[in-house]
């Protein structure tokens, strides 16, 4: 097994956001008077909070008009209409098989780290290679992406093409413990998907708001998280809100505005 640990930096995370996201909309708006006290600023505030707010709604709860409806199914990896995810200070594996690509490697080592720098400390996630091309079942804190063949896909997701996964959660189904995810051999860990789930994320409609690789499903592959996905992390995850949390507690929080 190699464990390649990576250290996380809110300090980081917020100038990635900044110039990303903040300052090329902010630029956008610069001709429209962005930074005019007087101007439109207020009203950009507001479409930005909106958005935030039905992002967040989307993603955690699988609610509002920018939750997947797609066969009736919003995409959260349990029933609990309350935040899943795993406890704060869980410091969580995610194993590779040792015949990953390097570049499919290179990948999600890259999509954990925006992830931890998310956190910002409230929960860890390590990248282990496994000496092994079939990895053990997940135990506690351990979420596995497995390749497949066609058949394993089939029996394992009923997929012909896409990933799944397995996640397992504490008797008061909002409590994460561990997960397994698949994806066909052929194509590689094609993105990271299935690791949103994995921390509990629901799907977001992409033909509504195509941000992210929440709002993969329906054929679409949006192959990383996106700024939009990351700071919604970050927000919700840096609350102080404990799992299990319901929407009226987010509201009451101040997370949906
Ligand atoms: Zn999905």
Redesign the pocket.
């Known amino acids: 097994m190699r464990k390649i640990i990576i250290k996380a930096s809110p300090l980081k995370f917020i100038s990635l956001i900044k110039s990303s996201f903040i300052y090329p909309f902010c630029s956008l708006f610069l001709l429209l008077g962005c930074l005019d006290s007087g101007g439109p600023s207020g009203h950009v505030d507001t479409i930005s909070l909106e958005t935030k707010s039905n992002h967040i709604k989307a993603l955690f709860f699988g609610t509002g008009p920018y939750a997947s409806v797609l066969s009736g199914d919003n995409?959260c990896p349990s029933s609990s209409s309350r935040w899943q995810a795993f406890p704060a200070g869980s410091a969580v594996e995610v194993i590779i098989p040792a015949n990953v690509s390097s570049e499919d490697e290179v990948f999600v080592l890259e999509e954990v780290n925006k992830l931890n720098v998310a956190f910002a400390g409230y929960m860890t996630i390590n990248v282990v290679v496994s000496s092994h091309t079939k990895i053990p079942k997940a135990t506690t804190n351990q979420l596995t992406i497995n390749l497949l063949n066609t058949a394993e896909m089939k029996k394992i997701c009923s997929s012909s093409g896409g990933g799944?996964i397995k996640t397992k959660f504490k008797g008061n189904n909002y409590e994460l413990i561990k997960g397994d995810s698949y994806y066909p051999i052929n194509l590689g860990i094609f993105d990271i998907?299935?690791i949103?789930?994995g921390i509990g994320l629901c799907?977001v409609d992409s033909e509504v708001f195509p941000e992210g690789t929440?709002a993969?499903?329906g054929g679409v592959d949006i192959r990383s998280f996106s700024d939009s996905e990351l700071d919604a992390i970050n927000t919700v995850f840096t609350s102080g809100l404990v799992v299990g949390a319901t929407e009226q507690d987010f509201w009451d929080a101040g997370l949906l505005p």
């Open positions: 995409g799944c998907h299935e949103g789930h799907h929440m993969s499903s």
